[in-house]
């Protein structure tokens, strides 16, 4: 495939690399002088910046390679998880990030423990931690890689090291406003590559028409029957929710960007921004699969986008740009995972045992804590090359195991007092406990290591009807162990005076009314949801 990609291609490619190194130099002059500015960017960054980072981070390589390798194997069904993000966004931007923001807090840890105590924030710390390093950097370098191997024939070994040694450069040096001041750049790079091999795809196929012509009608559906193996409809109208408010509205990779935002209602409208580009990828990185496998009937999923950036339907020229756009998307996912990393690292493991550290210090181990991480991510690289479409599929429905837990702490514990720490603690740890036996299990059965047909039955039931099973598990175990007792725990370290669930319903009701009072507020979701129903309306027609 390689033969197809020419000089001026690979120009373009290499002046994007020099860009955003620019980039990331020049925000990195100026120089931080507190933890806040380096890991928050100063709590400055305007609306438009805070959504178009969302975004950036929210979409990777594996975006690009699995919505349209979902797209080519099962149609436009997979892009519903996107269209759930539009309602999540509205969610954490009128009613999460006000919490948080009125809180005082840097990471979502630390709100844990400020709610509850410092088990909660050490065991969610730790866990985040461990599910950046072992999952969103491996899964966006395997996807990368298959791109990179695929049309280049490059060793993946190799393109991930360079990604990940150019990406950790300017992290390093410039935190969170280096991250997000790119994010904005690779934002608008990756729309743009996403649309014009959309584009491009169309024209081949004769539009979207001859495209319905061509597929089978299935591949139009957005509800699938309940007994699907992949997309039950009961799974996503029940399920998914329960994903995304954990990915959406408690996950530091995601909230810092709304963390750094200069006030609350700057917070919300970029977060609404971020949900209106949600509208868009079950168009420009679903579509792509169907488009592909009309096209070329015999290709498999994972080989879907590849094989689509290296036809001649693509003009010289336009292969690069579309390839930066990929490139943008690893990076600005890396670059957040790396910030993020560091950031729970200093504040809630650093910070905790040396709480009398000075703002310079907290910067240096910051800058460090970037550092090893981006080693780690260096010795990770060599996972990428065992992993195979199976386990990239199990890597991908890890959330499910991983989210209802959190859900159920957070939903519960931000409005109601009387769920208490103990209470806390005990669902993450048996939640999560649970949900890695179920991973366990998944990967042992799939390998053929074990053979009982009571595992094979449990590991037949679809990743989303587990997470709500485990999702009211969780909410038991809470509620259960919340009113063993007659009186609610206090939240350790809350540092405020008036009991917790009155400054939580305080904050609430601030933000309805300032919503109710600005008619914007109130409009542009409605409008959001009756553009997305519209879109999909006539897609489907």
């Known amino acids: 495939m390689s033969g197809s990609f020419t000089i001026l291609d690979g120009l373009i490619i290499f002046a994007y690399l020099i ?70 966004l509205i969610i954490l931007g009128w009613v999460v990030s006000p919490v948080i923001m009125k809180s005082g807090v840097i990471t979502m840890p630390e709100y844990l423990g400020q709610r509850f105590d410092k088990r909660s924030r050490k065991f969610f710390a730790a866990l985040s931690i461990l599910i950046y390093i072992f999952t969103k950097i491996t899964v966006t370098l395997f996807a990368g890689g298959i791109l990179f191997y695929k049309l280049f024939g490059i060793n993946i070994y190799a393109s991930a090291i360079i990604i990940v040694l150019i990406t950790g450069l300017y992290s390093v040096i410039g935190g969170a406003s280096a991250v997000m001041r790119n994010h904005l750049f690779q934002a608008v790079l990756l729309l743009l590559a996403a649309v014009l091999l959309t584009t491009f795809g169309l024209i081949e196929a004769g539009g979207l028409h001859a495209l319905r012509q061509k597929l089978p009608s299935g591949y139009f559906e957005l509800f699938k029957p309940m007994n699907d193996p992949d997309f039950p409809w009961t799974g996503i109208v029940f399920g998914a929710p329960i994903l995304a408010f954990w990915y959406w509205c408690t996950d530091q990779y995601i909230v810092q960007r709304v963390l750094s935002a200069r006030n609350i209602n700057e917070a919300a409208r970029g977060s609404l921004l971020a949900a209106a580009l949600k509208i868009t990828p079950i168009f420009i990185l679903v579509l792509p699969g169907l488009i592909a496998v009309a096209l070329f009937p015999e290709i498999k999923g994972d080989d879907a986008y590849p094989v689509l950036l290296a036809s001649n339907i693509i003009p010289t020229g336009v292969k690069g740009l579309i390839l930066t756009g990929v490139l943008a998307a690893i990076m600005s996912s890396l670059a957040s995972v790396f910030n993020s990393t560091a950031t729970i690292f200093t504040n809630d493991f650093y910070k905790m045992k040396y709480p009398q550290t000075s703002e310079n210090k907290l910067i240096l181990i910051g800058r460090l804590a970037t550092t090893v991480v981006v080693i780690m991510a260096i010795l990770c690289v060599p996972l990428v090359k065992i992993i195979n479409t199976q386990l990239y599929l199990y890597l991908q429905s890890l959330q499910a195991y991983v989210a209802p837990p959190i859900t159920a702490v957070f939903l519960f514990g931000l409005f109601f007092r009387k769920i208490t720490a103990r209470a806390a603690f005990y669902t993450l740890v048996i939640g999560e406990g649970v949900g890695l036996a179920r991973l366990i299990i998944d990967i042992l059965v799939n390998l053929q290591w074990i053979d009982s047909p009571m595992l094979r039955w449990l590991t037949g039931i679809n990743f989303l009807h587990f997470a709500v099973f485990l999702f009211v598990l969780s909410s038991t175990i809470l509620l259960s162990i919340s009113f063993m007792k007659e009186e609610a725990e206090a939240p350790e370290g809350s540092g405020v005076s008036v009991p917790y669930n009155y400054v939580q319903l305080n904050t609430l009701t601030e933000t309805i009314r300032m919503t109710v009072s600005f008619r914007g507020n109130l409009l542009f979701p409605l409008t959001l949801v009756l553009i997305a129903v519209g879109l999909l309306s006539f897609f489907l027609s």
Do not use: C, P
């Open 19 to 88: 860009a955003v190194l620019s980039m990331g130099f020049y925000y990195s002059q100026k120089t931080a002088t507190d933890s806040i500015s380096y890991f928050l960017a100063g709590r400055d960054m305007g609306w438009f910046v805070v959504g178009m980072s969302i975004f950036a981070t929210n979409i990777s390589s594996e975006h690009f390679i699995g919505l349209a390798g979902g797209g080519a194997q099962r149609g436009l069904a997979v892009g519903m998880f996107e269209l759930m993000a539009i309602f999540t």
